[in-house]
């Protein structure tokens, strides 16, 4: 009976040091989702986000600690941003990112508001594919860019649906581009054009700034193409650099 006692104890003990090392192997990761939007022609545009999922490359899906409410998407816009979602995830690489909304959505144009259908968010949510591996011990950042100008569809019967375009912005290798123009009061739209042909788009806002986030380190061209009768300005070889925002200051158009 000793013998079998001590054998059950060493067992036990043995078991106990196994679960202690799986658990000092298993790895944290901050993951943190932020969303941010380009200016767009309407009053606002509230979107009601009610869950951030998040699903990575062994299998798992996390639900994030989700910042829910309605936001209005142009107040997120030349560099504002906000944080959506967070939490702790045990896995280094995510691939997908869902952004699962409500039904209180609405577009306000020319001060009156309007329901905004979005069938396909509230069914199985907004899915992003990312391709994000993420680093231990530090705050990993994913940013939504998420489109109102181009996800606004305006009906044949004069109502408002949402086709949302959305874009990943990896903070930690990407770049921005901003600045504004001197001429105030006008519609303009500014595009960036990198070495490989890659455009990204946005228009100033009320106040004639812009920016253009998540481009990749590189060389771009910018072009500012106004309403007329002013023309357009270019401006070439500018350089981007990961992390980091290139201000271009006020430009005079032509």
């Known amino acids: 009976m000793k013998k079998l006692f001590l054998f059950v104890s060493v067992a036990t003990t043995l078991l106990f040091i196994s679960c202690n090392d799986d658990d000092s192997q298993a790895q944290s990761y901050s993951y943190n989702v932020k969303m941010t939007d380009a200016p767009a022609p309407y009053d606002a545009v509230y979107i009601d986000v009610q869950g951030v999922e998040v699903k990575t490359s062994d299998g798992a899906t996390y639900d994030l600690e989700t910042e829910a409410q309605v936001y209005n998407l142009l107040e997120l816009s030349n560099g504002i941003t906000v944080e959506i979602a967070s939490d702790e995830i045990q896995s280094a690489y995510v691939t997908q990112i869902r952004l699962i909304l409500g039904e209180n959505n609405s577009i306000v144009v020319n001060g009156q508001t309007y329901p905004l259908s979005t069938p396909s968010a509230q069914q199985s949510g907004l899915k992003l594919l990312v ?46 581009v901003s600045g504004s123009i001197s001429t105030t009061g006008i519609n303009a739209t500014v595009t960036a054009i990198s070495a ?15 920016q253009l986030l998540g481009l990749a380190p590189g060389t771009y061209t910018i072009s500012i193409t106004p309403e007329a009768p002013l023309t357009s300005l270019t401006i070439q070889n500018i350089e981007v650099m990961a992390n980091t925002e290139t201000n271009l200051g006020a430009l005079i158009l032509p």
């Not at 606004?152 to 949302?164: A, C, D, Q, R």
Request: proline content about 2%.
């Open 131 to 176: 391709n994000q591996e993420l680093d231990a011990n530090v705050q990993n950042t994913i940013l939504i860019d998420f489109d109102a100008h181009s996800s606004i569809v305006v009906e044949g019967n004069g109502s408002y649906s949402l086709k949302p375009v959305l874009r990943e912005v990896n903070v930690q290798i990407t770049g921005s």
């Open 196 to 210: 490989t042909g890659e455009e990204f788009t946005t228009i100033v806002d009320e106040n004639s700034e812009f």
